[in-house]
């Protein structure tokens, strides 16, 4: 017990002791291991944040002119596009088109009756109207049914007299009837009489040009002399219903001259200008047909000692009425016959716009001159006048005979377009500028060689023709080999080899399509 309590006992250690003490002092050696570890790593870190600070302001720089130039860059994409926008905008506003309907004024009433109709009295004076019961009530009604039928002009021919009454009411619904099947009727019945090929037709009365002109004075027709000229901005509803029926007997009337000389000269030629005149309202754009076979029947009308003296007088008057734009190349394209009398008359309206442009005060060469004058080059030359002065030369000069008697004329029309070709580039981004340079290598062509534009231009076609049903049976046999082969990989091949080739062969005749859309 004393043993073990005696303080001074060195003789014996505790283990205990001795290894806490050793303990503590190891730990405040790691401890100071430590601290100069964390110190290190701090300052490690110290560097690493001021190295990522620095790498900061140099990306923040970096960014900072990288969003300057792509801004700057943005800002020339879009002032291109904005100069882009302005140069087909002008080429997209310059569209043809004017309003020639315009006010439209009430019908007038009829003058005629059909109570006084020798054909309904006959009906009426039968044996068999105990049956029907017609009276001069229900007569009007009766006769619209034969019409409508069309068993009245079978009658009318049969018997081969067309009364006054039945003439008069008939054309009267051809110009003011609102019902379709009353108006397509009467209109019908007109162009069986007038086409009819029997010779003893008696007409008691025959409708005249001024019941004609009257119906446009109706419809708001505003390109008729001394009705004042046509507004392209005005607003209107658009020309009558009637004007299909219009059309069509004015087709009718001037097919037969052997039988009736309708209209007179003068008459004739107004009725040219007006038809050619209704080339130029849009909302008229489905009667194209019915207008190109019009204008045929009325230039035929005349006859040839007439038709030299007419022709002149025809062109100077369209080309006073046409405003200076678009316009005067669609009214003389629209001028389509393929016979000496179109040929004519288009290159003739053509030469008297084409001179209007210099207020009528220059010859022949001399327009040619003035036009080989102008320099394409200039950024202030107007190429859309140039344009306009290019279709109309092309079309004034489309006559052989002209070209061919003139050769100082041959000369300097060629000298023309060479100079149109040479003072404009592909890669010149005026407006029109395209539109000029693509007309030009076409009259070129024509002029040069014709023959071998025309070759050119067939094989196009030809081969145009083929791409498209190439396309069309590959990609139709790719989708059913598609389903009918799906789990075999070879399917897809041959779609694929089918859609590229059409695609391949569509893409190279792609170029010919522009040639052949001026055809």
Not at 95 to 116: A, C, D, R, T
Not at 363 to 368: F, P, Y
Request: with cysteine; hydrophobic share 40%.
């Amino acid at each position: 017990m004393a043993e073990k309590d005696y303080p001074f006992d060195f003789g014996s250690e505790d283990p205990t002791i001795n290894s806490s003490v050793l303990t503590k002092k190891r730990k405040k050696v790691i401890g100071l291991d430590e601290l100069l570890a964390d110190y290190y790593k701090e300052k490690s870190k110290v560097a690493e944040k001021e190295s990522k600070r620095a790498k900061g302001t140099k990306r923040k720089i970096l960014h900072e002119e990288q969003d300057s130039k792509e801004a700057s860059l943005a800002k020339l994409v879009d002032e291109c596009q904005i100069q882009m926008k302005e140069m087909s905008g002008e080429e997209e506003n310059s569209q043809w088109g004017i309003h020639l309907f315009q006010g439209q004024k009430s019908p007038p009433s009829p003058v005629s009756s059909l109570k006084s109709c020798g054909l309904l009295k006959s009906f009426m004076n039968n044996e068999l109207n105990s049956l029907v019961k017609l009276s001069s009530e229900n007569g009007d009604s009766f006769i619209e049914g034969l019409l409508e039928s069309g068993w009245l002009s079978k009658l009318v021919l049969t018997c081969g007299h067309v009364e006054e009454s039945i003439a008069a009411w008939t054309f009267n619904l051809v110009l003011y009837s609102s019902k379709e099947k009353l108006r397509t009727s009467a209109c019908d019945f007109w162009c069986a009489i007038l086409s009819s090929k029997k010779e003893v037709i008696k007409i008691d009365w025959f409708p005249s040009y001024s019941e004609l002109r009257k119906a446009l004075e109706v419809y708001g027709f505003l390109c008729l002399p001394n009705t004042g000229a046509a507004n392209a901005n005005s607003s209107c509803g658009g020309p009558a219903q009637n004007i299909r029926s219009w059309i069509k007997f004015v087709t009718a009337s001037c097919q037969v001259r052997s039988k009736w000389s309708v209209f007179s000269t003068s008459e004739a030629e107004e009725l040219v200008e007006v038809i050619i005149c209704f080339f130029l309202d849009r909302q008229l754009q489905g009667l194209s047909v019915l207008l190109y076979e019009c204008t045929q029947a009325v230039i035929s009308y005349f006859t040839d000692k007439e038709w030299e003296a007419s022709c002149e007088k025809i062109a100077k008057s369209l080309a006073c009425r046409v405003p200076k734009d678009l316009n005067c190349i669609r009214i003389v394209e629209c001028i389509s016959g393929v016979n000496d009398r179109c040929k004519h008359l288009r290159s003739v309206v053509a030469y008297q716009i084409l001179i209007g442009f210099f207020d009528y005060k220059a010859a022949q060469n001399e327009v040619l001159r003035l036009l080989i004058a102008i320099s394409l080059k200039d950024k202030k030359c107007d190429l859309f006048k140039m344009y306009i002065y290019l279709v109309l030369t092309e079309n004034w000069l489309s006559s052989k005979k002209l070209l061919e008697d003139n050769p100082v004329l041959k000369e300097m029309y060629g000298l023309y377009l060479r100079n149109c070709s040479c003072q404009i580039s592909s890669t010149d981004l005026r407006s029109f500028a395209s539109k000029v340079l693509g007309r030009m290598h076409v009259v070129r062509s024509l002029v040069t060689n014709p023959m071998n534009f025309y070759v050119n231009v067939l094989w196009m076609r030809i081969l145009w023709s083929f791409a498209i049903l190439f396309r069309v049976a590959s990609t139709y046999c790719s989708f059913i080999l598609g389903n009918l082969c799906r789990p075999f990989r070879s399917c897809f091949a041959v779609r694929i080899f089918c859609l590229s080739t059409s695609k391949f062969i569509g893409t190279w005749c792609l170029p010919g399509s522009s040639v052949m859309a001026v055809f």
